[in-house]
């Protein structure tokens, strides 16, 4: 059975309904997968973007249960990640070798930061910046609707590292009624939850993908570098300059060699310029 052969699960109907049938559809191989981003990629192939899109929509469902704490319907979660998941695959490089549940999950992820942002609505009950940490900290903690005893007061305050007063007074106006959620002044010293619920700067989902890739590209760079280097040269560079601890002495090498050390300096002296022309090259 592949994932053209049944239709899109619906959530207009039951919830449950839809999670069995998400469940149902067929998972694929990582060639499989790879295979489908070329035919989307070269071809604007819509039935391989939807077959790739079929086969994550467990992992949506799977993400949506670690946003249950806000109250929101996990039916508008699943259909906001939904979206997320849609954008990934528009986006998604088969030739990166990355599998795309591991680059989509970013994307699912902000989008249902977004939507919780758009649909939740506190009243001025954070006005600093700490205390909206708190507050979102405090929600996603909260093990139910009942009021906080004080040993879970107690330990809530030592895993988030402030005081239980601190805690005590934003279970109060927590469970006070809704209050309007953004800042009510242009200052620029006040906070939005935004700053707590969406990911860090640097942490988007484009930002990361890059920066696995820049660092994938360094690591690759590395090694076609050392490949261009003679045995001996190799061996000195990884036992003097890559190895992971009590690196080798210019001595150490001497010994190992029947040379000289300074005999060594030379020799690692050239592999470094050949390594680095190598490097600026790639």
């Known amino acids: 059975m592949t994932a053209l052969s049944v239709p899109m699960p619906s959530l207009a109907g039951s919830l449950e309904a839809y999670v069995q049938a998400v469940n149902r559809l067929p998972m694929l191989t990582q060639e499989e997968e790879t295979d489908l981003g070329r035919k989307l990629r070269d071809n604007g192939d819509l039935d391989a973007a939807r077959q790739l899109v079929l086969s994550h929509l467990r992992v949506v469902v799977s993400i949506s249960r670690g946003y249950a704490g806000y109250g929101l319907p996990q039916a508008d979660l699943i259909q906001e990640g939904n979206i997320g998941l849609m954008k990934a695959v528009k986006r998604f490089d088969p030739e990166r070798g990355v599998r795309l549940v591991s680059f989509a999950v970013h994307w699912i992820r902000a989008e249902m930061h ?109 090694k076609n570098a050392l490949n ?55």
Do not use: C
Not at 248 to 255: G, I, K, P, Q, Y
């Open 114 to 222: 977004e939507f919780i942002l758009r649909n939740w609505r506190l009243v001025r009950l954070a006005t600093t910046k700490a205390q909206r940490k708190l507050f979102f900290n405090l929600r996603s903690m909260k093990p139910g609707f009942d009021s906080l005893t004080s040993g879970e007061i107690d330990q809530m305050a030592s895993q988030l590292h402030v005081r239980a007063e601190d805690v005590a007074e934003m279970e109060t106006r927590m469970s006070g009624g809704d209050v309007a959620l953004e800042p009510g002044t242009d200052d620029e010293d006040s906070y939005a939850p935004i700053a707590w619920l969406t990911a860090p700067e640097g942490a988007e989902p484009a930002r990361i993908y890059e920066a696995s890739e820049s660092e994938r590209t360094r690591t690759e760079g590395l």
């Open 228 to 282: 261009s280097l003679d045995a001996r040269s190799r061996r000195i560079i990884e036992a003097r300059w890559l190895a992971e601890k009590d690196p080798a002495t210019l001595h150490d090498m001497a010994a190992e060699f029947g040379v000289s050390a300074e005999r060594i300096r030379q020799i690692e002296a050239k592999a470094l310029t050949k390594m680095k022309a190598h490097l600026g090259d790639s």
